[in-house]
């Protein structure tokens, strides 16, 4: 049995960066992973170069059952200070769109750099292991032949399971009376049937939208799928999404009130898909829809009123989404009223910690996640 002073169960972002942050403070970390390389939603996020953080973090961009508890760590460890991380190994970046910090080259860089940050503290890794069972007596938490005083739990949850990602986390906190709110699937595309199965014939096509979902709404790209619906603004707005709820698209978020009603007088003979500012697949399913195919100079005033409020306020239901499997991450996890919002550790198991995506804390798209991460990691890896 060897003996450390933390060990680090998953060798994702959280976990190789709360690894780093002890094993740099002095203390003797092991790290342990089931895959038998670290990083793996690290190198395939970002198409390839990770989105490793989002200028405009701040603790309203993230869902949690208790939307207070992301604040301390994120005040304390900001998107500059990563950046500052990245820099000094030189990795090229830049800002792609809406403060979302990319990679000029690779995600494999991140991920160097945090197994590097690892080897400067001296941290053990161990890939290809099962954590197996864990036990707790005497003070210590022991697991693959190892023990230590501290567990950090940094497995994620079950989204993108081809990568190995499973609910670990959950079933480990439950075994130390931990609660955790009910996983689903998030940053996800949505399924459609029924009245909407129609638009799955426009599968490729894209247009800008505002989607809307409750109370959040995104101004970003939707796409339509053999499936449903996906592309950034959807993938937002099913974070929010509920079984049985609809989700409501502005096709034209720009267009003034009224503006059908001006092109009528200004294009007579011009039918409503040819002056729809949208791909012309899009504008022609949608005219089918809206059963208006004569020359706008032939409808009544009140008809395409009627059709400007449609397609300023589009309802689709969908049916499900495509899940686990093609979710970017997890909504739900580790109840956050278990744990210290300053150190992450358990109130009632001192030395059991909960990071990352394991926790009951998801981020919007574009770099939220991995803010998350390090600032989770970071907070855990201070106080170990």
């Not at 739990?153 to 081809?162: E, F, H, L």
């Not at 200004?266 to 195919?293: C, G, H, I, W, Y």
């Not at 009223?337 to 910690?353: D, H, I, N, Q, W």
């Amino acid at each position: 049995m060897s003996h450390y002073d933390a060990i680090v169960l998953g060798a994702g972002a959280a976990g190789l960066f709360c690894a780093a942050t002890a094993g740099q403070r002095g203390k003797r970390v092991l790290l342990i992973d089931h895959n038998d390389e670290p990083g793996r939603k690290i190198l395939i996020s970002g198409g390839g170069r990770c989105n490793f953080t989002n200028l405009h973090t701040a603790p309203d961009r993230y869902l949690s059952a208790n939307p207070h508890f992301a604040k301390s760590a994120l005040s304390r460890y900001t998107p500059r200070d990563f950046v500052e991380l990245v820099e000094a190994y030189g990795v090229a970046w830049h800002e792609k769109t809406l403060g979302q910090l990319f990679c000029d080259g690779s995600a494999r860089q991140i991920v160097a750099m945090l197994v590097e940050e690892c080897a400067k503290g001296g941290v053990e890794l161990r890939y290809g292991v099962a954590a197996g069972e864990v036990e707790h007596r005497d003070g210590h938490f022991h697991l693959a032949g190892a023990s230590a005083p501290a567990l950090v739990i940094a497995t994620g949850g079950p989204s993108i399971p081809k990568l190995g990602a499973t609910s670990y986390a959950y079933d480990l906190a439950r075994r130390f009376g931990l609660k955790v709110v009910q996983p689903r699937p998030a940053l996800v595309p949505l399924t459609l049937a029924g009245e909407d199965v129609l638009f799955r014939e426009l599968s490729g096509v894209s247009a800008e939208v505002v989607a809307k979902c409750g109370k959040a709404a995104f101004r970003e790209a939707a796409l339509f799928t053999h499936r449903g619906l996906s592309g950034p603004a959807i993938l937002q707005v099913s974070s929010y999404w509920q079984r049985g709820e609809e989700v409501r698209i502005d096709f034209l978020p720009d267009a003034p009130r009224g503006w059908l009603i001006d092109a009528k007088r200004a294009q007579p003979r011009a039918s409503l898909r040819r002056v729809l500012p949208l791909p012309e697949r899009l504008s022609t399913t949608l005219a089918e829809r809206l059963d208006l195919a004569a020359e706008l100079g032939n409808l009544p005033d009140k008809a395409l009123r009627s059709a400007e409020e449609r397609l300023h306020d589009w309802r689709f239901h969908p049916n499900g989404s495509e899940g686990f499997a093609k979710a970017e991450v997890t909504a739900g996890g580790i109840d956050t009223a278990g744990l210290s919002s300053r150190t992450m550790e358990a109130a009632k198991v001192p030395g059991l910690y909960a990071i990352g995506e394991a926790v009951d804390v998801t981020g919007w798209l574009g770099g939220y996640n991995f803010q998350w991460a390090w600032a989770s990691a970071r907070a855990a890896g201070e106080a170990l």
